[in-house]
């Protein structure tokens, strides 16, 4: 069984920076790739970053490109998601998730997931 936590979710204003943390437990909990995926009131949840298991490849949303940065510590078992130059529109609750592969982005390419935490950006 694996179990995933996340945390660092808050209020910020537009333009501000939050960094979320996901520490995983559980078997092989630092053999997998890793990713970010969030959903905002309303809508489907989407992809928003990955990182391989070794944390040499990564791939990220569009809209997000150039402004988070996915990394991780197989050491502290945990991933790190790094948002920069926050907009209202990434307000959404952000969930951790064990992938499949760092290349299947679908929601359904995941095996795990955390319960989720708020980010919320205001104007």
């Known amino acids: 069984q694996v179990q995933l936590v996340e945390s660092g979710g808050g209020s910020v204003q537009a333009g501000g920076s939050l960094s979320l943390s996901c520490v995983a437990s559980?078997?092989?909990?630092?053999?997998?790739?890793m990713g970010w995926f969030r959903q905002a009131p309303g809508k489907e949840r989407e992809f928003v970053a990955a990182?391989?298991?070794?944390?040499?490849?990564?791939s990220y949303a569009d809209s997000v490109k150039g402004r988070f940065t996915i990394s991780r510590d197989n050491a502290k078992n945990t991933v790190y998601l790094q948002m920069n130059t926050l907009k209202p529109e990434d307000t959404a609750v952000y969930y951790c998730?064990?992938?499949?592969?760092?290349?299947?982005?679908?929601?359904?390419?995941?095996?795990?997931w955390g319960k989720g935490t708020l980010v919320t950006v205001s104007s």
């Open positions: 990182i391989s298991w070794s944390g040499v490849s990564t």
């Open positions: 559980g078997r092989t909990a630092t053999s997998y790739a």
């Open positions: 998730a064990r992938l499949r592969s760092w290349t299947d982005t679908s929601v359904g390419g995941a095996t795990y």
